[in-house]
């Protein structure tokens, strides 16, 4: 059975860092593509950043660019999105997925797609 754990979640001051871990269990995450999305309260879930499995390429959300890194561990079950220079409206429920369907990394991200979900870990920037 396929599931998502993500971790790494907590309340951190604006300018500091996280580092996100999403763990794969009943398959292996090679060739698929995976991404991170996060929500914030009141507000709709968005693409932060996705990395498809295949080629390594990756997207990145214009309100992240130049400081989350998405990443794949070397067991290639896992999935990191390192997070540096944190604002309060990075704060938020981060999820991820995995799109086994032939997907490029920004479509992914972009159309909100996955076929499995992780429960979320809490982000929260404080002022």
């Known amino acids: 059975q396929l599931q998502l754990v993500e971790s790494g979640g907590g309340l951190v001051q604006a300018g500091g860092s996280l580092r996100l871990s999403c763990a794969a269990s009943?398959?292996?995450?090679?060739?698929?593509?995976i991404g991170w999305f996060r929500q914030a309260p009141g507000k709709e879930r968005e693409g932060v950043s996705c990395?498809?499995?295949?080629?390594?390429?990756?997207y990145y959300a214009d309100s992240v660019k130049g400081r989350f890194t998405i990443s794949r561990g070397n067991a290639k079950n896992t999935v990191y999105l390192q997070m540096n220079s944190l604002q309060p409206e990075d704060t938020g429920v981060y999820y991820c997925?995995?799109?086994?369907?032939?997907?490029?990394?920004?479509?992914?991200?972009?159309?909100?797609?996955?076929?499995?979900w992780g429960q979320g870990t809490q982000v929260t920037v404080s002022t």
């Open positions: 997925a995995v799109e086994p369907r032939i997907t490029t990394a920004q479509a992914m991200c972009v159309d909100i797609r996955g076929e499995a």
């Open positions: 009943g398959f292996p995450l090679d060739y698929n593509t």
């Open positions: 990395i498809n499995g295949s080629d390594g390429s990756t």
